[in-house]
């Protein structure tokens, strides 16, 4: 059974710029979670979707956006791009968006901002 | 707000030698506290998840206890292979988000 997959792995960008991440949960998955790894702040949760509709969003500005395709796949996007985005964005994904449901995570897509 | 403290933040061992980690939580109705483990250039990987208070889990060297203000990960006999961060999370209400704490480095030396 294939795991949540993440496109790309590695990127780099410069200030000012966009970026669009990719995200492939596991088959079956419907929700789809993001979360950004920074090592001074840890694990920060960005948002969440279920069934194509956001269901949870954390507390980072508008440029940081996301969507969900019938098929679950998901992706976001960062708008003018900042050098405080540099950082591990992960995607996780689980059956359903409800309950204590474990999260499973993708290897991430690390993002460098010059 | 929901909130979860780790400690320590870094923690060398030696081969063999037992330890524990620590994680404090405040939370509105626990619906869940997990354990996971995260290697350098990958994902989180799931350990354990502790509902209620009392209880506790364990898998190989590791065991996860929970009571109603803290968790532990308690690493037994822990060899190189153990080197990793070990994050711990809540889930809070039902339709929140799962919130981290920012983990424990666990360095194991031969």
């Known amino acids: 059974k294939a795991g949540v997959t993440q496109t790309p792995r590695y990127l780099i960008k410069t200030r000012g710029q966009q970026v669009t991440l990719s995200c492939s949960p596991i088959?079956?998955?419907?929700?789809v979670s993001w979360y950004q790894q920074t090592p001074g702040q840890g694990l920060q949760f960005l948002f969440e979707y279920f069934s194509e509709t956001q269901r949870n969003k954390g507390n980072f500005p508008g440029r940081f956006s996301g969507r969900q395709f019938s098929n679950s796949r998901s992706e976001m996007n960062v708008s003018t791009l900042e050098l405080g985005d540099s950082a591990l964005y992960l995607c996780?994904?689980?059956?359903?968006?409800?309950?204590?449901?474990?999260?499973?995570f993708g290897a991430g897509s690390r993002l460098t901002v010059l | 707000e929901d909130q979860v403290t780790q400690s320590p933040e870094a923690l060398r061992l030696q081969e063999g030698e037992s330890s524990s980690l620590n994680c404090s939580y405040t939370v509105s109705g626990l619906r869940g506290l997990f354990w996971y483990r995260q290697d350098p250039g990958k994902g989180p990987e799931f350990l354990f998840t502790l509902y209620s208070a009392g209880e506790e889990k364990e898998k190989e060297r590791l065991k996860a206890t929970l009571t109603k203000k803290e968790s532990f990960l308690h690493i037994t006999a822990p060899k190189p292979e153990d080197s990793a961060t070990y994050l711990c999370?809540?889930?809070?209400?039902?339709?929140?988000?799962?919130?981290f704490g920012k983990g424990t480095t666990l360095s194991v030396s031969s």
């Open positions: 088959s079956g998955h419907r929700s």
């Open positions: 996780a994904s689980t059956p359903s968006g409800s309950g204590a449901n474990v999260l499973t």
């Open positions: 999370a809540v889930r809070g209400q039902a339709g929140t988000a799962l919130i």
